[in-house]
């Protein structure tokens, strides 16, 4: 819709962008994984999002159309020129993650005690998120962090609900892989019994 | 039904997002009742979707990202007062896509399409100008706080007639670059760009030249006239939809020896 008078066009782009800049600001650091990178990504995404605010449908998801926006910037400017290269192989990950699933009946360890992480998390997390593959990394930054539906996910990385399914899975158990030992660790993993 | 040896997979993942239909969640949750291996896996799940969904640490947005993006909606704002008619703008990438097409045969085209396509948005008055100002030394300080990591020396044409009329901090094929958008009083056009790179990584089909002991590579078609030239690690081009002759004539003037 939006369209006429250019400065309720601007008035109505900030009343719907503006106070979402610091989750782009945010979304962009974990993609780009640089902080140039990401004051850059942000500010083009605004101007794209700006230039083509007449797309944009009132009453729907704005976030999600800006983050659609972003990623279409990121994976045009960005992602060919960066490297994949966490600190464990995403095989390694997943032997872990398998390991940890099927070890013995009786070693068991309870996994679910996140309540006594309290309101500060540990800067583990956002590591282990920041070093996962950028496709398991996207899908796990749209639907957990960002909390979109699966079909919104889908729709801001361009890719069917299933892809965006079974990225996800692979996210999630990368990432708790990648987490297993610093939570072991750190007494949030408890052998039960 | 499913039996332990036929475990769910990523159901687990939609039971755990409350995405399963009731009948088939009922037979996953029989499952897991005899399956310490999947309960395993629902827990390893919740445990991480927890981990995550609890809350990241959010970093504040930066002042000069606020203002930046500020300064970017000001430029559109103001190029679309100046817009042009819609067939101008499509006669413009237009020339510019067949240089595209044109060096693109000769090899990676990223840098020299970008530089044509930057110079005919910027003839259609869709190129948003970070700084719009006549003055070199303000585009210069502006561009020093921004976050290239290379000296920029903005160049000066007003003895050639052509005025400058702004830029600032861009990407080039998504390498960091200086614009500088200059204009004639005869309506004709130049946009110098400058980032870190080689101009021996350039396709193939230039014509080549020497002045003064500097290597040009020079990129002609469909009116627009690109001069690459090197300068320690940056790579200075400029593109001109002017007199071919005089593009490479501003491009000697102002490129000095490495």
Redesign the interface.
């Known amino acids: 819709m939006p369209h006429g008078d250019?400065e309720d066009k601007?008035a109505r782009?900030?009343a719907l962008a503006l106070p979402l800049?610091?989750?782009l600001?945010?979304t962009a650091?974990r993609l780009t994984r640089a902080?140039?990178d990401?004051?850059?990504l942000?500010?083009?995404t605004?101007?794209r999002a700006?230039?083509t605010f007449e797309n944009f449908r009132p009453g729907t998801n704005g976030k999600a159309w800006l983050f659609t926006i972003l990623y279409s910037v990121f994976v045009?400017?960005?992602k060919?020129?960066r490297r994949e290269a966490g600190p464990i192989p995403p095989d390694e990950l997943e032997e872990r993650?398998q390991r940890?699933?099927?070890?013995a009946?009786g070693a068991?360890?309870?996994?679910?005690?996140?309540e006594a992480?309290g309101?500060?998390?540990p800067?583990e997390?956002?590591a282990a998120?920041r070093a996962l593959p950028e496709a398991f990394r996207a899908a796990?930054l749209f639907v957990?962090?960002q909390?979109l539906s699966?079909e919104e996910a889908a729709a801001v990385l361009r890719c069917p609900v299933g892809t965006l399914?079974?990225r996800?899975?692979r996210g999630?158990?990368l990432?708790?892989a990648s987490?297993q030992e610093y939570?072991r660790e750190a007494g949030?993993?408890r052998p039960v019994n | 039904m499913l039996t332990t040896g036929n475990h769910p997979g990523d159901e687990l993942q939609q039971l755990l997002d409350g995405r399963l239909e009731a009948e088939r969640r009922a037979q996953v949750e029989a499952h897991l009742a005899v399956c310490a291996r999947c309960r395993r896996e629902l827990a390893a799940l919740r445990w991480v979707t927890a981990a995550v969904r609890k809350g990241l640490p959010e970093r504040d947005v930066p002042a000069a990202v606020a203002a930046g993006v500020a300064a970017a909606l000001d430029g559109a704002d103001r190029a679309a007062r100046r817009r042009r008619p819609a067939w101008v703008i499509g006669l413009a990438l237009a020339a510019a896509a067949v240089l595209v097409v044109l060096v693109t045969r000769g090899g990676a085209p990223d840098v020299v399409a970008a530089a044509a396509e930057e110079l005919a948005r910027y003839r259609a008055a869709d190129l948003p100008l970070q700084l719009e100002t006549g003055d070199p030394r303000a585009l210069e300080r502006l561009i020093a706080r921004s976050t290239l990591r290379f000296p920029v020396r903005v160049f000066d044409f007003g003895m050639m007639g052509y005025r400058l009329a702004g830029g600032g901090a861009h990407r080039l094929a998504g390498r960091r670059s200086a614009l500088f958008a200059y204009e004639d009083a005869g309506g004709r056009r130049v946009v110098c760009q400058m980032y870190e790179g080689r101009i021996t990584e350039l396709p193939a089909g230039a014509e080549r030249r020497e002045h003064d002991g500097i290597q040009f590579r020079i990129y002609r078609t469909a009116g627009l006239t690109l001069v690459f030239w090197q300068e320690g690690d940056v790579v200075c081009v400029l593109a001109s939809d002017g007199d071919p002759e005089e593009a490479v004539q501003l491009a000697y003037a102002k490129a000095i020896k490495e």
């Not at chain 1, 940890?100 to 070890?103: A, G, I, P, Y």
């Not at chain 1, 068991?108 to 996140?114: H, I, N, P, S």
């Open positions: 250019p601007r782009f900030e800049m610091g989750v600001y945010n650091l902080s140039e990401a004051a850059d942000v500010q083009e605004f101007l700006y230039r045009n400017r960005w060919r020129a993650f940890f699933v099927e070890v009946p068991d360890e309870e996994a679910g005690k996140t992480w309101e500060r998390w800067p997390v956002e998120l796990v957990d962090v909390e699966y399914r079974s996800l899975f999630r158990r990432l708790f987490l939570a949030y993993l």
